[in-house]
């Protein structure tokens, strides 16, 4: 087994499971030569995700420039290239037959593009790879600038959540672990070229910020000029049929999180005072 983008949030959680179960791991840096080399089954975790924008060249070279480089050079039993569920930001569903479309005033239009090579990268090499257009993966990752992330800290920490974006705008979450559950049958057992790695359930900002409140208390404010984002419902049942996907919830696993985040502010507090 191969992890390209080991020291990231989904590869490095990956890495460790499949060593868990059993399997031997190469998780070779970023910018190594593979050229020539067998990585046996590839997970193609490398990406930017919420700064692409400031970093187009570094996404450009993550997304595509090195999946090209391992697609034309080296020896693989099968490739897992990790994409987005944002794809579907604008098409009139979230099916992995739907068809995408990408607005140019989108100011994650980038991240999308070259997601969108990366997908197109693999349909024409003819190499056997899979696309598994993940979903909004959380999990305990407290130092990411990710929308939730970020909120669950303020409540924490703060007292107070600011929601830049509308009440209303709603996407898909999914748990890291289940994710990488379902990439792991995909790398072994998929049978399909594209699935969608999600919980299949649309949350809102504001049945978060809800939750947030009533956990901690913190007050909930909304910013100057929300847009509303709704993203179409995610279509999971393609990998349903396949694997015994059952996602948990982010509503549900709020206390949990809320936990885990006070617990993580509490030893950086005593690491700052050593």
Not at 8 to 28: D, K, T
Not at 83 to 89: A, N, Q, V
Not at 127 to 141: K, M, T, W
Request: charged fraction near 20%; include cysteine.
């Amino acid at each position: 087994m191969t992890v390209l983008g080991a020291s990231g949030f989904i590869g490095s959680r990956l890495s460790a499971e499949l060593r868990r179960r059993g399997w031997p791991v190469s998780m070779p840096p970023r910018d190594e030569d593979l050229a020539g080399l067998d990585l046996g089954t590839v997970f193609y975790c490398i990406g930017l995700t919420g700064d692409a924008s400031l970093r187009p060249l570094e996404t450009i070279q993550a997304h595509v420039v090195k999946l090209a480089e391992v697609l034309r050079a080296c020896r693989f039993d099968r490739l897992v290239y990790l994409s987005s569920t944002r794809l579907y930001l604008g098409a009139s569903g979230g099916s992995e037959t739907d068809t995408l479309c990408i607005d140019p005033q989108d100011t994650g239009r980038l991240f999308n593009l070259s997601k969108a090579a990366g997908e197109a990268l693999i349909l024409d090499s003819g190499r056997p790879a899979h696309i598994a257009r993940l979903s909004n993966a959380y999990g305990p990752d407290w130092e990411s600038q990710n929308f939730l992330s970020t909120i669950i800290g303020d409540a924490c920490r703060d007292g107070r959540i600011v929601l830049r974006d509308a009440p209303e705008s709603a996407k898909d979450y999914v748990h890291v672990q289940d994710a990488i559950d379902a990439l792991i049958h995909i790398g072994l057992e998929g049978t399909h070229t594209v699935y969608n790695v999600a919980s299949g359930r649309n949350v809102t900002h504001g049945e978060i910020a809800r939750g947030l409140h009533k956990l901690t208390g913190c007050s909930v404010g909304i910013g100057a000029n929300p847009h509303t984002v709704v993203f179409p419902a995610i279509e999971t049942s393609r990998l349903q049929a396949e694997h015994p996907f059952t996602p948990r919830s982010v509503l549900a696993d709020l206390p949990r999180l809320v936990d885990e985040c006070r617990a993580w502010l509490t030893r950086s507090v005593a690491r700052a005072a050593e």
